[in-house]
């Protein structure tokens, strides 16, 4: 079975651009998670989608955005970005998604760099 | 009330030896407590989990302790290994899962 996939692997960017990253689930899994991974930081969580719904969202300016297709795939979206949002990108999937006290399978992440 | 206070930020530990880490948590209503231990380059991967009735979980090497009146658990790996050198990161979840900063070990061979 195919694991997580994210990509780009890496991106870089400048400020006030916009950057769209990618995640693919685990077959049969609906549930996929987005967490910005920074040093000092660790892992924050951004939202959650579950059947092409937001089930729950982090505390995260309106800037990151996300959505989830038919398939499951999923999409999150920073728009003008900042220099501050350099991280690591993570998404993590799951069968009945966060709350059912599931294990989540993460992905190798996006590497961000704001210039 | 939603966070989850993670201790040491780093950790040196003799091969052999046992590999201590805590956490901490406030919001009552969290039932179920993952650990998750990445490697450079990967994404966090699950090692062992509890939830709050029990005082303690063990899977080969990696044994959690759970004091829910402190509310407190902690990750011990005994007999540590090269291998385990990694960032490990507690988490606590309601409907959502949230994420301490992360410990980085090393384990000197």
């Known amino acids: 079975k195919a694991g997580v996939t994210q990509t780009p692997r890496y991106l870089i960017k400048t400020r006030g651009q916009q950057v769209t990253l990618s995640c693919s689930p685990i077959s049969g899994h609906r549930s996929v998670s987005w967490y910005q991974q920074t040093p000092g930081q660790g892992l924050q969580f951004l939202f959650e ?21 038919s398939n ?3 999409e999150m979206n920073v728009s003008t970005l900042e220099l501050g949002d350099s991280a690591l990108y993570l998404c993590a999937s799951s069968r009945s998604g966060q709350g059912q006290n599931e294990k989540l399978f993460f992905g190798s992440g996006t590497q961000l760099s704001v210039l | 009330q939603q966070q989850v206070k993670q201790s040491p930020q780093s950790l040196i530990v003799q091969k052999g030896g046992i590999s201590i880490i805590n956490c901490a948590y406030e919001n009552t209503a969290f039932d179920y407590f993952p650990w998750y231990q990445q490697f450079p380059g990967k994404g966090p991967a699950l090692l062992i989990a509890i939830r709050p009735d029990v005082s303690e979980k063990k899977e080969g090497r990696f044994t959690i302790s759970f004091n829910k009146s402190a509310k407190q658990f902690s990750l011990h790996i005994m007999d540590s290994q090269p291998g385990d050198s990694a960032t490990y990161f507690c988490a606590a ?3 959502k899962i949230i994420f301490g900063k992360g410990t980085r070990l090393h384990i000197l061979p």
């Open chain 1, 49 to 69: 989608y579950f059947s092409e719904t937001q089930r729950n969202k982090g505390n995260f300016p309106g800037r990151f955005s996300g959505r989830q297709f």
């Open chain 2, 93 to 95: 979840s309601m409907d």
């Open chain 1, 72 to 74: 499951s795939r999923s």
